[in-house]
């Protein structure tokens, strides 16, 4: 019921607005308006409207004041989650999906029907009364309880609607006479209700006396053995009659009892008061039989239409054992009636008037105490469907195993021997003022409703207000609250107060607890308000706990930086707090004790950094939330200044590690600031975090998680300050390092005294104290080390910084991978570390090649790859080093001639380093670090990609804006606030085996570049293995096993079998064409399965030779080194031997492919099912094709289009001289059409037609896969749609035939693209070009429809059975049925003549305007012209024809050319319709336009009969249309000759209305042959010896044919035939009749013109129908005054009205002297002027007209005759044409009719004032 209500109700909606609280309304009622009925639809469009909106209560008791069409009578809150809000004068109320809305009427219709079957007459076994007593008193207590007076629930409302009352009996036995209806339309009161109830049992009674009568009488009638049926009252016997008696008795059905019951019901409401609610109430005992499901079911649809609610009342008892007779109540059908029609099923019908002593829910017990819980936000709001807020649901959780069962919202408890009782409540406001108010309140109003609790609180808003006196209305709103209500009669013990009220609150904040976890779980960024931070970290609480750690004393200058990259790592489990509140002081403090000291302000990278919030893992099984707070401590707990150092290069590089010097290096442990004693000395700094937990957060676990973060940030430290610092490479000549003797020294450490109290001296002795010098090279700290003298003179060496020259430097070859191999087992996020495995030494290079281009493809990093060179002798370890090396560099040319890539040696395999970073970011972090102020800085990473490529961000002393630069720099920013953050990919390749070392990657790249490299290495596993199964094959071994499979191939290895499961590019032979091409995987995941191939038929993969055994008894066309491959890829020995392999493979598969693809589109289309239409490439249709034979093809032109026209007529000239020379007999053999089947449509005499066949097939069509006409490339669009309109319906007619369309797609996206886009000049059609298929037991026949201009294609091909792989299993009989059904396609083609009915069904289509396809001004008759000079004869087998004659008058008054616009203009007077013509030669584009030409068209409808193949004649119906054309050139340059003489040419298209298609058979019944004749169809006409000249404008394109020929007339051509020329006499006749109709129109129309002439021209615009009086003017303005003659004529030729006509009261004008009547004229000219007068006087005198024209309506005047000769005297109004009298009405009267009365008005007062000045 989705019906919009256009009229806003009126119960008063609001906006949302949080400062208004609302309740959440339970139930609403609503009055329905009293005029009209409001429908269910407006009902539940008013709940849609108001749903999740707060409605307002009207708080008029008085029901007349409710005048809306819905008004909200009363809501009635939810106990569970109302909220009473104690400050508002009004309560408001939200709807809810949950809320019961109940639709009040003032006025109800009700009929009670009374069940009074006979099963009603029993005594109830149960409760021992009758049935019939038990009816009584049912209807008694109904009716008494539906009269009474109540009150609407929640308001003070008294409502006491009218009830329309009609009470009916039912029973089965349709001869009872007695009467059934009861009470008609009774108005039932309090007052009139008892009276009813004491008539309606009376005539109760008297109808069980009548039943009884009744039943008494059918059952003395009925046999013995059908007693039994109706001894209803009689016990039942054990042995039940042996066969089924045929009643006799005049009753119903048990299965149409309730069906008749409601439409009783429904027949006798029809006759109450309309605009009411119905309801029906059955009072039965619910035993009944199924009803008939078609009848119920309408019955049901009725009652829903009809907006009737059904509701029974039982009064039996319910199933008992002891029931006999099948007296089983069906109480299922009865409900699903009342449930379906939203009715009730009662068992019973209470005495309501008991039930109305109480309210509902009275509970009268006082209130003892009173309970507030503060209800957190987040509590207060329940799910959208309970409508309960979370924290009525927590407390009720607690509560409910001592709830009350039969009432809700109470729980009754036991203490100390005293029972009390609770109740929960949401409220509003503040707890001492509803303490306040509630004290003057009474028991009995504490125990009502929420809804009038909470009105009777809003009348003490002002003392509200005094309470709140300095927080306002809004803060009252804000404090929320759960009261628990105690009620009892002593006062509660400990265990409620106290006991009782901790559980609660404890679940309380397990719930918001439960809330805010669950939120962080989902969002970690959610924003927490004020109280979820009260919550967390209570106001001036300590922490829970409190954990310290320590740090290593090299780290002590670096704290900045060891406190960025500790929160870095913190923010990997934890996250920091987003707050809804902008203001600090909301926000989570830092615990400042009054037992410790003051503590200095410390420094942090950013503000709010060190607070973080952690959520435990729901995995975990516990829920937990804690407030994380970091702060760096000294031993006696102050806060340290986190100061950056003022040198940040302090740290001398590492040259060697292990495992116990990582350890030393990362080494931290836990203390406890209280225990300061315990800590070693040289410990100066700890690490503080201090916890506030909220359930259980798991401290050991956390713990762990924190010491691994701090761990992990010394790791980072060590990173950036001690390994990253190094160039990549060093210059050559350089020593190569070695331990202890390396060119890296350590500068001096800039330590701050505050922080740690010791000197420099100190600081390094401890330093080498505690890691010994093997870790740092040192040097005198006087002099400048080596590395700062070597980092500035590398700031300006590109080449060595880049790897292109030198060698590694030793740090990234001996420390880096060992120290990220150990940052990666102690898990630092940082770092990540990946190992791999390959299966052969060539592929190494190979490997590293695709990885340079995947981690240039993946990130901003450049990689370089470096290979190790070894000494010799015993130096080898100590002399090796790594030197740049290209994977991309081609090898010798004395290399490629080699036959085969083995013969060579393999050079040894050495190791691999490839490192990759981003060289501008090294030397930017370099710059910084040393402190460099003064040049311009680089940029540290690319703006737009830095957060995809680089996990952890950098300190910067700068902001860098977007396009890379940097914005200067402030004052407050130095570059010692500097942390340096970069990133690193190490991979190392040692033999076979790969790892991969990132540090600072981004989580997606990291994750990115594993996957690309773990697939990398598996395809050249998997490549490998194909390698080893060509070399096998070579060596003439084919024994092993198949690629893919394990066993045989590798053995026993059990981890070679393994890894090879695990490869997903070894699992199918479908990859073995990628892994030969490709070195890599392709993109996409699913190119990895079996890739498309050209092979779609599963039989031809059987029939091709395994991979493995392809080279088995076959051998290469060339050597390998004779191979264009061989130089391509010189690196790559799989793809040199496999390309070999599979030009093998290919050269087998083309063989195979083409029979099997003929093979599977006959299987496909022989079955005939869905799967014949799936769509085949234009390959297929080739190769189809190609294999076929051509034995049919026929072409026939469209001549619509001027240019195609021309194109037909060239090529008809042709042909006509190359059929000159041929014999008569031929001749007339090739211009027949559809007689014989090998006629015209084999088109075998026209040369022409199949050399255009054959360039169109070896054309575009090859080449693009569809062929498209060069001229439609050309034409216009609305050509292009008529072409595909034919192909549309051609296509329809043959697969009437038994075709079916062949469905084609593209082969590739290019060539698809090259078949679409000559789309955008044809139309939005899909093709141009079609193909249709029928597959028969003996072959394929296939269609190709195609245009070629000007000519429509159509090309049959068959393809015999025996020519597939499975034709060899057919019979000789199945051939012969295939060569026959070819023969009869040839005939049913039929292609000439359903061209030519195409193009007379478009003409008339035009004609009558149904088809808008033609460009406007189309031209008709040239169109025509050319169509009946092509086709001289219809077709054998057309369903339309055509034929064209002349109408030649002569000697006209009138001029021909204006005769003829006369006929334009006036054309509807004739029934005809113009249209225009633009000449043809506007297409040809001259210099100078043509004069449009007109032609008149008319459509009509005609019958016809002919004589089927049965001889029986049929009667036909055709539609007719007429165009008929002017003769004559531009009327300017018209002869003088042909100037009173018309020649009119028209033709007649005449149509089928029902056929559409040619005749599809050949008639039995032979026709005859007659002579057909090109010549003298269009002729030039004479007239009086004199050719009529011709109209140069019009340019017929196709000329006549001077061939007479015989052609054959079937006996349907023949009948088709004589009802044409029967049509043309009658249109000849009806041309005629219209001229001369025309000619007389328009030379009176002529004589009117001439007597306007003198009018002005503002009068004559005056009316609108002055066009009227310009038709009979030339174009040349020519038109004179009358004479007299020509007035005398114009008199006969229009409609005159004598004055007494008008009114027999004017007959005495017409009785006048003739003196009179000429001073009559002289006063009438003097009235009405000289341009409105016009007088006419015969030569001699004797005979005088006088003209009065009517200014306001020149198409008549008033007109004064006095003939002296025949004593003839006339007072007339004279017409043009007989005056239409139209019904017209006040708003739009009869204009001419009111100007023709104004007129005779104005005529008649002059006629009265002469007569009066006579009288004088």
């Known amino acids: ?103 009040l009427a003032r006025r109800y219709r009700l009929v009670f029907v009374l069940d009074m079957s006979p099963s009603a007459g029993i005594v109830d076994i149960q409760s021992g009364s009758v049935l019939t007593d038990e009816i009584i008193r049912t209807l008694s207590n109904c009716l008494i309880g539906l009269v009474k007076p109540f009150n609407v629930p929640g308001s003070c409302v008294l409502f006491l609607p009218q009830i329309y009352v009609t009470v009916i009996a039912y029973t089965p036995f349709i001869t009872c006479t007695t009467q059934q209806v009861f009470i008609q339309g009774f108005l039932v009161t309090q007052d009139n209700v008892h009276s009813l109830l004491d008539k309606l049992y009376a005539k109760i009674v008297m109808f069980e006396n009548s039943l009884a009568k009744t039943v008494a009488t059918t059952i003395e009638s009925a046999p013995r053995q059908n007693k039994v049926l109706f001894s209803l009252y009689n016990d039942y016997t054990d042995d039940p009659p042996t066969k089924s008696p045929t009643s006799t008795a005049p009753m119903v059905t048990p299965d149409a009892g309730v069906v008749n019951m409601l439409r009783y019901g429904i027949l006798a409401l029809q006759l109450l008061p309309e605009n009411t609610s119905a309801s029906i109430i059955v009072i039965t005992d619910s035993i009944t039989g199924p009803p008939e499901t078609t009848m119920f079911e309408s019955l049901l649809a009725q009652l829903r239409n009809s907006t009737i609610a059904c509701t029974f009342l039982k009064i039996s008892s319910d199933y008992h054992p002891s029931y006999c007779h099948g007296n089983v109540p069906y109480f299922e059908l009865f409900q699903f009636i009342a449930a379906a029609t939203f009715g009730a099923y009662l068992s019973s019908c209470p005495n309501l008037a008991a039930s109305m002593i109480f309210h509902p829910g009275h509970f009268s017990c006082n209130r003892i105490s009173v309970v507030f819980f503060s209800l957190h936000p987040r509590l207060k709001t329940g799910p959208a469907r309970s409508g309960v807020s979370r924290g009525i649901q927590a407390l009720r959780s607690v509560l409910n195993a001592f709830s009350v069962n039969n ?264 203390y406890s600031v209280e225990d300061a004693s315990s800590l070693p000395s040289n410990v100066e700094t700890l ?95 006087g002099e400048e080390s080596q590395l700062e003298v070597g980092v500035k003179a590398g700031l300006h060496s590109d080449r060595h910084e880049s790897g292109d020259r030198g060698i590694v430097h030793c740090v990234y070859h001996r420390v880096a991978p060992k120290w990220l191999d150990c940052c990666a087992e102690l898990g630092v996020p940082s770092v990540h570390k990946h190992s791999y495995t390959l299966s052969n030494h060539y592929s190494v290079e190979l490997v590293l090649r695709e990885y340079q281009s995947i981690v240039m493809n993946s990130s901003d990093l450049i990689s370089k790859v470096f290979r190790e060179i070894r000494g010799t002798g015993a130096e080898r370890k100590a002399q090796s080093k ?272 083409k029979g099997l693809h003929l093979e599977n589109l006959y299987l496909m289309w022989q079955q005939r099912t869905s799967n014949s239409h799936v769509p085949i490439t234009l390959e297929d249709i080739e190769l189809l094709k190609e294999s076929s034979r051509l034995i049919h093809y026929c072409a026939s032109p469209l001549l619509f289009s001027p240019s195609w026209r021309q194109s037909a007529a060239d090529h008809k000239a042709q042909t006509a001289l190359s059929t000159r020379s041929s014999s008569i007999s031929s001749f007339h053999k090739q211009s027949s059409d559809d007689s014989d089947p090998r006629s015209r449509q084999n088109s075998g005499g026209s040369g022409k037609l199949k050399n255009i066949h054959r360039r169109s097939e070896s054309g575009e069509s090859r080449r693009s896969g569809k062929f498209i006409p060069p001229g439609l490339k050309t034409e216009e669009k609305w050509h292009g749609q008529l072409c595909q309109s034919f192909m549309q319906e051609f296509v329809q007619y043959v697969t009437s035939l038994g075709y079916v369309v062949i469905s084609t797609k593209a082969t590739s996206p290019k060539e698809k693209k090259t078949i679409e886009e000559p789309r955008v000049s044809l139309s939005d059609s899909e093709s141009m070009q079609c193909y249709l298929q029928k597959t028969l037991l003996g072959g394929i026949l296939t269609l190709e429809l195609k245009y070629i201009k000007p000519f429509f294609f159509v090309s049959m091909y068959a393809l015999e059975c025996s020519r597939l792989l499975t034709g060899t299993m057919l019979s000789n009989q199945m051939k012969l049925m295939f060569i026959d059904e070819c023969d009869k396609d040839k005939f049913r083609i039929h292609m000439h003549s359903f061209a030519y009915d195409f193009h007379l069904r478009t003409i008339l289509s035009y004609i009558s305007g149904r088809v808008l396809i033609f460009k406007p001004g189309y031209h008709l008759t040239s169109f025509m012209h050319d169509f009946m000079n092509y086709y001289l004869k219809s077709p054998g087998y057309a369903r339309n024809d055509c034929c064209s004659g002349v109408v030649t008058m002569q000697k006209l008054v009138t001029p021909a050319h204006k005769l003829y616009e006369y006929m334009l203009n006036k054309d509807k007077k004739y029934g005809m319709t113009v249209m225009r013509m633009v000449p043809v030669s506007q297409f040809d584009f001259e210099a100078e336009p043509p004069e449009n030409e007109y032609a008149l068209v008319s459509l009509s409808a005609c019958k016809g009969s002919y004589k089927d193949l049965e001889d029986t004649r049929q009667l036909h119906e055709f539609d007719n249309g007429l165009i008929v054309e002017h003769r004559a050139v531009t009327y300017s340059k018209q002869p003088e000759t042909q100037g009173h003489t018309i020649v009119l040419r028209y033709y007649i298209v005449m149509a089928s209305r029902r056929e559409l298609f040619p005749k599809a058979t050949f008639e039995s019944t032979p026709g005859m042959f007659k002579m057909v004749s090109g010549a003298g169809m269009f002729d030039t006409e004479e007239v009086d010896g004199t050719k009529l000249a011709e109209n140069k404008l019009v340019k017929f394109l196709i000329q006549q044919e001077p061939v007479d020929y015989l052609g054959y007339f079937s006996q349907y051509e023949t009948q088709l ?119 006419f006087s015969s030569p001699d005198g004797r005979v005088q007209y006088l003209a009065l024209l009517n200014p306001n309506y020149l198409d008549m005047f008033m007109m004064v005759t006095v003939d002296t000769v025949k004593n003839l005297i006339n007072l007339c109004a004279v017409y043009r044409e007989q005056l239409q009298v139209d019904d017209r009405t006040a708003d739009r009267p009869n204009l001419r009719l009111y100007y023709v009365h104004s007129h005779v008005e104005s005529f008649v007062n002059g006629c009265c004032f002469h007569m009066w000045n006579c009288l004088l």
Not at 709 to 717: G, T
Not at 967 to 995: D, G, H, W, Y
């Open 1 to 103: 019921m989705h019906i919009y209500l256009q009229k806003p109700f009126h119960a008063s909606r609001m906006d949302e607005d949080e400062q208004e609280p609302c309740v959440e309304a339970a139930q609403v009622y609503m009055l329905m308006k009293k005029e009209y009925r409001i429908s269910r639809n407006i009902r539940a469009s008013w709940f849609f409207d108001h749903l999740n909106q707060k409605l307002k209560v009207n708080e008029s008791s008085d029901l007349a004041d409710y005048h809306n069409e819905l008004d909200v009578l009363s809501v009635i809150p939810k106990e569970e989650s109302g909220r009473i809000d104690l400050g508002q004068p009004f309560l408001y109320y939200r709807v809810t999906p949950s809320t019961l809305v109940t639709f």
């Open 407 to 670: 009432r809700k919202n109470m729980f009754v408890l036991e203490s100390a021997g005293n029972v009390f009782y609770l109740r929960l409540y949401s409220m509003a406001g503040n707890q001492s003022h509803y303490l306040e108010s509630e004290s003057n309140q009474s028991n009995e109003e504490l125990s009502e409703s929420r809804c009038s609790s909470a009105l009777s609180l809003h009348k003490e808003e002002e003392d509200t207000v005094s309470v709140f006196s300095g927080h306002g209305r809004l803060s009252r709103l804000q404090e929320e609250c759960i009261m628990l209500s105690i009620h009892g009669i002593a006062n509660p013990g400990p265990d409620i107060k106290e006991d009782l009220v901790h559980v609660l609150q404890n679940r309380l904040d397990e719930a918001v607890l439960d809330i805010i976890t669950v939120m962080f779980a989902r969002n970690p960024m959610h924003k927490l308000t004020l109280e979820d931070v009260h919550f967390i970290q209570k106001p001036g609480e300590k922490p829970s706990c409190t954990i310290c750690f320590t740090l290593p004393c090299f780290a002590l200058p670096y704290l900045h930086a060891v406190s960025h990259y500790l929160q870095q790592n913190l923010m990997q489990f934890l996250y920091t707090p987003n707050y809804l509140d902008i203001k600090p002081e909301q926000y989570f403090q830092e615990f400042v004790g009054s037992e410790r000291p003051t503590a200095r302000a410390a420094t942090l990278p950013s503000n709010d950094c060190h607070i973080f919030l952690f959520n435990r893992p729901p995995a975990s099984g516990q829920k937990g939330i804690a407030c994380i707070v970091l702060t760096l401590v000294e031993k006696d707990g102050r806060k340290v200044d986190i100061l950056p150092a003022k040198t940040t290069n302090s740290l001398p590089l590492i040259t060697s590690i292990s495992t116990e010097q990582f350890m030393s290096l990362t080494a931290t442990s836990q």
């Open 687 to 781: 690490v503080q975090f201090s916890i506030w937990e909220k359930g259980d957060v798991g401290i050991q676990q956390l713990t762990e998680k924190l010491q691994h973060s701090v761990r992990s940030a010394l790791c980072d430290m060590v990173t950036e300050y001690c390994i990253l610092p190094a160039p990549l490479a060093e210059s050559v000549g350089e020593p190569i390092a070695v331990e202890k003797s390396q060119i890296v020294e350590s500068t001096q450490a800039s330590i701050p005294s505050s922080s740690s109290g010791s000197s420099l001296s100190s600081w390094r002795k401890l330093m080498h104290e505690t890691f010994p010098g093997k870790l740092f090279a040192q040097s005198d700290s």
């Open 882 to 1153: 790594f030197v740049p090396f290209s994977p991309r560099t081609p090898i010798l040319s004395t290399e490629l001639r080699r036959e085969s890539s083995l013969d060579g040696e393999i050079p040894a395999t050495g190791n691999y380093l490839v490192i990759g970073r981003n060289t501008k970011q090294w030397r930017a972090c370099r710059a910084l670090q040393e402190g460099s102020v003064s040049v311009e800085l680089p940029p540290l990473f690319d703006a737009k990609t830095h957060k995809g490529y680089q996990r952890f961000d950098s300190i910067l002393p700068y902001t860098q804006t977007q396009d890379g630069h940097h914005s200067p720099q402030p004052e407050a920013c130095k570059p010692s606030n500097f942390v340096p953050r970069q990133r690193l990919l190490i991979l190392t390749v040692k033999e076979k085996f790969l790892e991969l070392y990132t540090y600072n990657l981004s989580h997606e790249l990291v994750v990115k570049l594993e996957k690309l490299l773990s697939r990398l290495t598996c395809w050249h596993k998997a490549r490998s293995r194909v390698m080893t199964s060509i070399v096998l094959q070579k060596m003439g071994l084919f024994a092993h096993g198949q690629f893919g499979q394990d066993a045989a191939i590798l053995g026993a290895n059990n981890e070679s079998r393994k890894d090879a499961e695990a490869n997903p590019y070894i699992s199918s032979v479908g990859n073995v064409d990628m892994l030969i091409k490709h070195l890599a995987p392709p993109d996409r995941d699913s190119l990895t399965r079996a890739p498309h191939s050209s092979v779609r038929s599963g039989s031809l993969r059987t029939m091709l030779p395994r991979f493995d055994t392809l080279m088995r008894d076959r051998k290469p066309a060339k050597p390998l080194h004779c191979c264009e491959y061989q130089v391509q890829n010189s690196r790559d020995p799989v793809a040199k031997q496999g390309l070999q392999l599979l030009e093998i493979r290919a050269d087998l598969k083309t063989k195979l492919e």
């Open 1617 to 1735: 035939h004589q009802l044409l020329l029967h049509q043309a006499t009658v249109t000849e006749a009806h041309v005629r009749s219209m001229v001369s109709t025309a000619v007389g129109h328009c030379r009176r129309d002529s004589l009117w013109n001439g007597l306007l002439l003198g009018v002005a021209e503002e009068e004559k615009t005056r009316w609108k129908g002055k066009a009227d009086t310009d038709d009979g003017a030339g174009k040349d303005g020519t038109t004179m005054k009358l004479t007299y003659a020509e007035f005398r004529e114009l008199l006969d030729a229009v409609w005159t009205s004598r004055l007494d006509e008008i009114d027999s009261f004017l007959k005495p004008f017409l009785h006048q002297h003739v003196n009179w009547y000429h001073g009559l004229f002289k006063v009438l000219m003097h009235k009405f002027g000289e341009k409105v007068s016009r007088h």
